[in-house]
């Protein structure tokens, strides 16, 4: 397999302007695996340019049916080469591949959504008080960013092209510096799949060398962006000085709520995932799990034993479940973590160290007694760690779950559908999950309250973010 690895600019492959790469290492050996070009301000300028071009030269006026058309193409090419691109997913984050395979039919699917939104999505006609004819345009916004963590990459980076080349923008793709193989090869496919040059570029390189002159460009309407809450206020103070259009999909500290008349065993069983999925590298990550006190023995008894069952190694191996963690880098980030558990007095259920000879690998890690001012409950960890507590009263409990400054995403489990009801208006949180843990959808609003984030991906509500809205009045 040849690798992606140089910048994809106005439809073609390019170095970067200096010459510089970047090297990417498989956290699953350690070793390097690939040399991939590392953009400057110099390419920055030639993408966003070449987008503006593509932009005002058809992209925008492009039929309906013809834009659809292209979108769906897109999405065949992907499906055709999905083994090509999970396997560049796994090599560069360590990603297990059957998670990898999944991710790719994701983005397909969400290339065939939005191509259907092309002819779906529009304005609207409005009686106004002085007659005439009244009626508003959704309209495209120019050249928008895309900025990408290294988490989801591919997902995430079809999350975004897609509404925003749907809605007939022309868009410049930053993957994170840990994870371009598979934005690199998006790029390449959409654009054989159709796409006309300089219609979506992607970017490989550092955000601190790139992020400011990609944002700041004049050609730049709207900047999409997921990945850390500080990033996220930076870019948004960027922003701020011309006031781009911005959304935000940023961290979490999301809960998960057992109630003693629940299935609780079944919560016990599949709770697990729900915080260690993507060795908790995960925005999503059910990472303070609430029990009602009365089932809270018997639940970590189950929630422990269901832990240590997950299958943790070589993410190339079809029944792995747990890879290892993204970079050595972020495995000491959360030993950090784990540290500061053992000196504040936690308890390890299970877990807590390396695991296997080489690669960023850790146990999946089951903290009791965390008092609630420590950094494990406080923080986004991003790690395979949960703080596990119980509670008596639900009102208590709501407001300990709500003083996070995070509010993304969350579970609760119950019976009782006026309590479900109850909580689930209570739970601060952009989405919310009762008696499972998907919150994820393709057609539904994704995205965070409060820390978490502004604006949302997915659904019809990311083809809002994605266009301006004008009202035109006609004189009778
Ligand atoms: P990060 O903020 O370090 O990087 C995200 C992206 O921003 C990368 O592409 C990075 O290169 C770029 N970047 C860095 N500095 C920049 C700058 N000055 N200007 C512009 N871009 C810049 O985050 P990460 O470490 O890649 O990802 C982990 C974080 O992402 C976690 O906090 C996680 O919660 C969050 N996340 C959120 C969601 C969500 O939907 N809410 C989804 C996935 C990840
Ligand atoms: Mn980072």
Redesign the pocket.
Same mark, same amino acid.
């Given at each position: 397999m040849t690798l992606p690895t140089r910048l994809f600019i106005d439809g073609a492959r390019r170095n970067s302007s200096s010459g510089e790469f970047t090297t990417l290492v498989n956290p699953a050996t350690e070793q390097p695996c690939a040399e991939v070009a590392a953009a400057d301000p110099a390419d920055v300028t030639a993408a966003v340019e070449s987008a503006q071009k593509a932009w005002e030269s058809g992209w925008r006026d492009l039929a309906p049916g013809k834009r659809e058309a292209v979108l769906h193409a897109v999405a065949r090419k992907l499906r055709e080469h999905a083994e090509e691109i999970a396997q560049l997913e796994t090599l560069q984050i360590g990603k297990p591949i059957t998670d990898a395979r999944d991710e790719v039919g994701l983005g397909a699917r969400v290339f065939e959504y939005y191509a259907g939104a092309v002819t779906k999505f529009c304005g609207q006609t409005i009686p106004v008080g002085r007659g005439g004819f009244d009626f508003t345009l959704r309209q495209p916004m120019g050249v928008v960013a895309c $900025?990408?963590?290294?988490?989801?990459p591919f997902p $995430?980076g079809c999350w975004k092209a897609a509404p925003a080349l749907a809605s007939g923008n022309c868009v410049v793709l930053?993957?994170? @510096?840990l994870s371009p193989l598979t934005a690199l090869k998006l790029g390449e496919l959409a654009h054989a799949a159709g796409l006309p040059p300089g219609v979506l570029q992607v970017l490989a390189g550092? #955000?601190?060398a790139i #992020?400011?002159a990609? $944002?700041t460009h004049p050609f730049i309407r709207k900047i999409s962006? &997921?990945?850390? &809450?500080e $990033?996220g206020k930076?870019?948004m103070e960027l922003a701020a000085r011309d006031l781009k259009r911005l959304s935000l *999909?940023?961290? #979490?500290k999301s809960p998960n709520i057992v109630f003693a008349d629940a299935d609780w065993e079944r919560a016990a069983e599949t709770s697990p995932m729900s915080v260690f999925a993507n060795t908790g590298q995960d925005?999503c990550a059910r990472s303070r799990l609430f029990v009602e006190r009365e089932i809270y023995q018997p639940f970590v008894e189950r929630f422990v034993a269901a832990t240590q069952k997950l299958r943790v190694g070589d993410p190339a191996l079809p029944e792995t479940q747990l890879g290892p963690l993204v970079s050595s880098g972020q495995r000491a980030t959360v030993e950090d973590y784990l540290a500061d558990a053992r000196c504040r007095g936690s308890t390890f259920a299970c877990g807590g160290g390396r695991l296997h000879a080489k690669g960023c690998y850790l146990e999946p890690t089951v903290l009791l007694n965390v008092n609630k001012t420590d950094r494990c409950w406080q923080e *986004?960890i991003?790690g395979p760690v949960v703080c596990v507590t119980p509670f008596d009263d639900e009102a208590q409990m709501i407001r300990e779950v709500n003083a996070s400054p995070y509010g993304?995403s969350g579970s609760l489990w119950t019976n009782d559908l006026r309590r479900a009801i109850r909580v689930a208006k209570a739970v601060e949180s952009g989405v919310l999950s009762v008696n499972c843990h998907n919150s994820v959808h393709t057609e539904a609003p994704f995205g #965070?309250y409060k820390q @978490?984030?502004i604006g949302r991906d997915l659904g019809m509500a990311a083809m809002e973010g994605y266009t301006e809205l004008k009202n035109v009045y006609v004189a009778e």
């Open positions: $900025i990408v963590p290294w988490n989801f $995430i930053k993957p994170a @510096s550092k #955000g601190a #992020g400011d990609l $944002i962006f &997921t990945g850390s &809450t $990033i930076h870019i *999909e940023l961290g #979490g925005c *986004e991003f993304l #965070g @978490s984030g």
